[in-house]
């Protein structure tokens, strides 16, 4: 199976651009390792928003060990609600759906 994949820029005044799209053999890391490497080979020292794939995550610490991540809040969010969905009681969803929200919006946990 092929994955798409996009490495996306963002401008300073937050446009996006295509860096490129990948076509890859599969999600493991080592064609993660494959694709930052290709990346790397241009000179380009990024700063990278990733999902929860582990094996992404893996793969960028192995080229770009020097390279602070920052996860797309979007998708540790959805996993969040959703496992929290079946385990919080109907009544108290509302009040820990703004106690959530209030988290992930803050600029500090300090």
């Not at 582990?54 to 609600?81: D, G």
């Not at 079946?86 to 108290?92: G, H, Q």
Request: hydrophobic share 45%; glycine share 4%.
């Amino acid at each position: 199976m092929k994955i798409k994949s996009s490495m996306i820029g963002i401008t300073n005044l937050g446009s996006s651009f295509s860096i490129g799209i990948l076509f890859l053999p599969g999600e493991s890391k080592e064609d993660f390792i494959w694709a930052f490497q290709c990346f790397k080979e241009l000179g380009i020292n990024p700063a990278v928003v990733i999902d929860i794939v582990l094996a992404l995550k893996n793969a960028l610490k192995e080229v770009f060990s020097y390279v602070t991540t920052i996860h797309f809040i979007r998708q540790i969010n959805l996993c969040v609600l959703a496992k929290c969905n079946s385990t919080t009681r109907n009544e108290d969803w509302p009040e820990f759906e703004a106690s959530w929200s209030m988290i992930i919006q803050a600029r500090t946990i300090y």
